[in-house]
């Protein structure tokens, strides 16, 4: 299954209950860009790459960006739009990848809830992080967040259970190879009294922090933050 067919099929439909609370979370993103002075200082154009149902948009376009919304799924852009509500934000059926294509040297661009890891393998990550570099303004900022996944599971730590309530259990299975990690997101809805199992399976591929560290360097930016934020390792890097 590709990633685009795992969120098209699957996540894709219950990916923002799966998140908890959206206000809890966009002011959480909101806190993080104002405790870090991420705000407007020259043109104003921020891109958001695999942007989901809004989780970092909102707070981007609240404290003042002009936001172009990034992702290859439908779903989770329709929802964006609704919670995006008369923001200035420009939502845009996409893939990632084409970052260079999607406005003239923005001075923010962030990727961020792990969606690097979506991308096909290693090489492609290296092509990406060079190319968001090539697109930023001269003093432009770039924010990643992304899990590390130097460690691996095995066994039964391999299971985790991600959320459930009366209707949803969801549980991720994680299996660990050399350069990716398998990932199955095992839903049970319970739809008029009886229990659904429906399962999708998609590859990550295993970042390690220090070597997105490394290449960010590579290109010439400075690492401003580097901290895990919600188990998510955060980097805030300057070109400037
Ligand atoms: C883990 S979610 C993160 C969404 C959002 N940033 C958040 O933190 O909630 C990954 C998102 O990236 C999108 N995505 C993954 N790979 C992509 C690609 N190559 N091009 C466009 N969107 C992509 C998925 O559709 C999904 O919305």
Redesign the pocket.
């Known amino acids: 299954m590709t990633?685009k067919e795992h969120?098209d099929n699957h996540l894709?439909h219950f990916?923002s209950w799966m998140?908890g609370d959206f206000h809890t979370k966009t002011n959480e993103f909101k806190r993080f860009l104002t405790d870090n002075f991420i705000r407007p200082t020259s043109n104003k154009t921020a891109i958001d790459l695999?942007?989901?149902?809004g989780?970092?948009s909102i707070p981007l376009a609240e404290v003042g960006f002009k936001v172009l919304a990034?992702?290859?799924?439908q779903l989770?852009l329709d929802e964006l739009k609704v919670n995006a509500y008369d923001l200035d934000i420009t939502v845009i059926k996409?893939?990632?990848?084409n970052v260079v294509t999607f406005a003239d040297k923005p001075e923010l661009i962030i990727c961020?809830?792990?969606?690097l890891s979506?991308?096909g393998n290693k090489i492609e990550v290296k092509t990406f992080i060079l190319d968001t570099v090539k697109s930023l303004d001269k003093n432009g900022k770039l924010i990643l967040s992304f899990r590390d996944y130097s460690t691996k599971l095995a066994g039964k730590d391999r299971f985790i259970p991600v959320k459930s309530d009366d209707t949803k259990i969801l549980t991720c299975i994680l299996d660990y190879e050399d350069e990716f990690v398998n990932v199955t997101d095992l839903l049970y809805e319970k739809t008029n009294d009886v229990w659904i199992q429906k399962v999708s399976t998609y590859k990550k591929v295993r970042l390690l922090a220090s070597e997105v560290v490394g290449q960010l360097e590579a290109n010439g930016m400075t690492i401003k933050f580097n901290q895990i934020v919600n188990r998510l390792t955060t980097i805030i890097a300057s070109k400037g």
Do not use: E
């Open positions: 990633v969120y894709g990916y998140t695999g942007a989901g149902h989780l970092q990034i992702d290859f799924n989770l996409d893939d990632i990848k961020c809830g792990d969606t979506h991308l």
